[in-house]
Structure formats: structure tokens, C-alpha cells
């Protein structure tokens, strides 16, 4: 059961523009999400995090949205830059010490 | 500042040899996790611990096993290697503090034949 989902796994924008990814999650016990972003041959590092009593958290150009009642949140990065090219995953923590991510998006930012 | 330090950074074994993969942070962190990523399946946690003398499996366990002697130091033992455990493996570590963010490895990248 996979508590934790994102149904794309990848994505190509072209620099300038805005890059939507997404997370769909099933766990109501959630109180944190985070987003990570991994390079090739680096271990991943963190980006953002919401709590589940907020519905928006901004960080320069990255901004988590979260929707309790769909389950969903999602990370804008605008404008986007080909640095940003890298996997992305998210994951829920609450209830459990067992903290699961998603399976990642590939971002491709074209310049 | 060290950070999470893994060891080996590379590993070539042959199927059935064991070996341990080490993992060691410096920051007082109680939990830490094992988390391997392969192609399609994203970053799938194996195993656990919230703290010195606790372990616990998660999502794919099976042919790993850890110890948590002290709070610094997390290794992950492949008893008898196969090749489905060719991946690359990561440790992490956060504080016990709800909403805290991991701190990851630089991985340790298996291959075996």
C-alpha cells in the first residue's frame, strides 16, 4: 500500500516557465510533507516542507501547495531553471516512523 | 561538519559473498534509515531505527539486516548477496522532532554479479 504517490514520472518545461509536480497521498495521519531533489550519483537533499495546518509555503522560487480535502499537494518552481533539472520526491511524515516517498519525477528543464 | 558519512562508495560482489555497507552521522540524530533507489521505483525504505537498540523493517526488508548498537553508527549487512540487491543505497538520518527533514548520504552504489 502505498501511501504516498506520484503518478508522473517526468516532466520537460522550458526555462522561463513554469514547472507543476505533483503528489497524491492516503494517509490522513500526514501532519508534515516534504519535497526532496535529487541530482545523479549525489544523495538526495531537502527543498520544502508543509504542515498539514497550512495550505501554502513559499521558498524564493518553490511553493508547496497542499489540499487536505483531495489528499494532493503539489510544488510550483517559477521561473524554472535547466539547474533545476533532477528527480524530485515527496513523502509524508505522521503517524509512523516509517517514512515512505514517492516513486520521483524526473524535471527536465530545457534552456 | 560531516553529516552523514556512508562507506563504501562503490562495491562490486559476487552472488551469495556478504559484506556491510556502514553508516555513521554526527549529529545526535536518533533516527536513522536505509533507503535503496532503482530504476522506476523511486527511494524504497528497507530498514529503520528510532533510536540506540531499536530497529524496524520497512517496505523491503528481506535479505538485509541492520543493528543500532550505538546512535551514531546505522550498518546495513546483505547476509548472502543476489543480484536483485544490485541498487544504490542511501542512509538517512533526521532528529526525533516531528516535521524534521532527513539528512541523506552520498550513497553507496552495489552491483552484484
Known amino acids: 500500500d502505498q501511501q504516498v504517490k506520484q503518478n508522473s514520472p517526468s516532466l520537460s518545461v522550458q526555462e522561463g516557465r513554469i514547472s507543476i509536480l505533483n503528489c497524491d497521498y492516503t494517509?490522513?495521519?500526514?501532519?508534515?510533507f516534504l519535497w526532496y531533489k535529487k541530482y545523479p550519483a549525489e544523495g538526495p537533499t531537502f527543498l520544502i516542507s508543509?504542515?498539514?495546518?497550512?495550505d501554502k509555503n513559499e521558498d524564493g522560487r518553490f511553493t508547496v501547495f497542499l489540499n487536505k480535502s483531495a489528499k494532493h499537494l503539489s510544488l510550483h518552481i517559477v521561473p524554472s531553471q535547466p539547474g533545476d533539472s533532477a528527480v524530485y520526491f515527496c513523502?509524508?511524515?505522521?503517524?509512523?516512523?516509517?517514512?515512505?516517498f514517492g516513486k520521483g519525477m524526473k524535471l527536465t528543464v530545457n534552456p | 561538519n560531516a553529516g552523514v558519512t556512508q562507506t563504501p562508495k562503490f562495491q562490486v560482489l559476487k552472488t551469495g559473498q556478504s559484506m556491510t555497507l556502514q553508516c555513521a552521522q554526527d549529529m545526535n540524530h536518533e533516527y536513522m534509515s536505509w533507503y535503496r533507489q532503482d530504476p522506476g521505483m523511486g527511494l524504497r525504505l528497507i530498514h529503520y531505527s528510532v533510536g540506540a537498540g531499536i530497529t524496524d523493517q520497512g517496505e523491503v526488508p528481506n535479505g538485509y539486516n541492520v543493528s543500532r548498537s550505538t546512535t551514531e553508527d546505522f550498518p546495513l549487512r546483505l547476509l548472502s548477496a543476489a543480484p536483485s540487491q544490485t541498487s544504490v543505497y542511501f542512509c538517512?538520518?533526521?532528529?526525533?522532532?516531528?516535521?524534521?527533514?532527513?539528512?541523506f548520504g552520498s550513497g553507496t552504489q552495489l552491483s552484484v554479479l
Open positions: 508543509i504542515s498539514s495546518i497550512k
Open positions: 494517509n490522513s495521519m500526514f501532519d508534515y
Open positions: 513523502y509524508g511524515q505522521g503517524g509512523s516512523e516509517k517514512l515512505v
Open positions: 538517512a538520518s533526521r532528529s526525533g522532532a516531528g516535521g524534521e527533514k532527513l539528512f
